[in-house]
């Protein structure tokens, strides 16, 4: 088992003005912000605008056209594309994104396209990773391209479930990129979850409120 962090920053997955601004208040240190759908999709533009003028905590938005797999057209990227730059225009910290291949691997030169756009916001590489089939080599593959964050659950269902390929995974990755750990994050796990993976950030659902402010504490401890 890896040694306990002391402390950890909690991003917090909103999808409305109100849970960003509670995420916010409580503790959360970083806030990702999603429209409707499974997954989260892109959020309207009103409301990046408007979360975006009550945070001074980073910012970082959903780019997701649909809510199906993340094999996209050519339409589809066209899409992404103009919610980047539109994102970048009202000032957003960062971007979540993730294109894969029909066979699950990481589109390397449609990401690249996107993560070029996306400049000089950060940007990470959200769950689609889970969907790849080999861990190591998508993140080698995201290393290679300069992503800053990668969230996962480390190919399983929850982050407790995936703890040891988020120990390899975080290892691999030293301070090239950050592995977000995220699936079922809560209070009762999370420090759990940091001491047996060594991830120094983790993410978890705050359209509830008091999963944040339970998060928060146990990260207080």
Do not use: W
């Amino acid at each position: 088992m890896l040694s306990m962090l002391t402390t950890a920053l909690l991003e917090a997955c909103c999808d409305s003005f109100e849970s960003a601004r509670v995420a916010q208040e409580l503790g959360a240190g970083r806030v990702e912000l999603c429209g409707a759908g499974s997954g989260g999709t892109t959020p309207s533009l009103g409301l990046i605008a408007r979360v975006r003028d009550e945070l001074y905590i980073p910012l970082h938005v959903m780019i997701r056209p649909n809510t199906g797999d993340f094999v996209y057209s050519a339409d589809d990227l066209d899409v992404m594309k103009n919610d980047i730059i539109a994102a970048r225009a009202l000032g957003v910290d960062g971007v979540v994104l993730g294109v894969l291949h029909s066979d699950r691997t990481i589109d390397v030169d449609r990401t690249a396209s996107l993560l070029a756009l996306a400049r000089p916001m950060r940007v990470t590489f959200h769950r689609a990773f889970d969907s790849t089939p080999d861990a190591t080599d998508a993140l080698d593959a995201l290393m290679t391209l300069g992503v800053d964050y990668v969230l996962t659950a480390g190919h399983a269902s929850s982050a407790i479930d995936g703890a040891a390929c988020l120990q390899r995974l975080q290892l691999r990755a030293g301070h090239t990129l950050t592995v977000l750990a995220g699936g079922g994050v809560r209070g009762h796990n999370v420090r759990d979850v940091i001491s047996r993976t060594g991830v120094r950030e983790v993410h978890a659902n705050a359209t509830d409120a008091g999963i944040v402010r339970e998060l928060v504490l146990a990260l207080a401890e």
